[in-house]
């Protein structure tokens, strides 16, 4: 497409839009190139991810994978993540951050029950919430919580 230029403001806008938008159409090939090279090594590393995790869960006991199957099942809900992080912090929550937090929430509550079924030791049965106070507790002498105080967790005796 050839411009022509009659001298007015318009005609010389119009021709570096032109050369503006080529500009950008070759930047964004060259994007495209990196996203698919990163991609391939997300791929692979994916793959090997997937390799460990089955030959992982091959040893697993009839329990052990029950608590992985409920642990791979569970989540947090979204709006109910929302809700609690507006009262804590800034009342504006987008979803992603939602889901992000609740992720982390998610992870922080199987560590905690972990520890607490460790500190089960012979003890058969369903964890009780004396349990779950003592891993919080060894959680924090740990360090595993490091933005909590003393006042905060005073009332988890």
Not at 42 to 57: Q, V, Y
Request: glycine fraction near 4%.
């Amino acid at each position: 497409m050839q411009n022509i230029n009659l001298g007015s403001p318009r005609g010389e806008k119009r021709k570096s839009q032109d050369t503006d938008h080529k500009k950008s159409r070759t930047k964004k090939k060259n994007v495209k190139r990196a996203e698919t090279a990163t991609d391939m090594r997300i791929e692979l590393d994916e793959e090997d991810d997937r390799k460990r995790i089955a030959s992982l869960l091959e040893t697993f006991t009839h329990e052990q994978m029950e608590r992985y199957e409920s642990f791979r099942r569970s989540h947090f809900d979204k709006y109910k993540v929302k809700a609690v992080m507006k009262k804590t912090s800034d009342p504006k929550v987008n979803d992603q951050v939602a889901v992000a937090m609740g992720g982390v929430a998610k992870v922080f509550a199987g560590e905690l029950i972990e520890l607490a079924r460790q500190d089960m030791n012979d003890f058969k049965g369903s964890i009780h919430p004396f349990h779950i106070r003592n891993a919080f507790r060894k959680m924090k002498q740990m360090g595993k919580l490091p933005y909590l105080n003393n006042a905060t967790t005073n009332t988890l005796r």
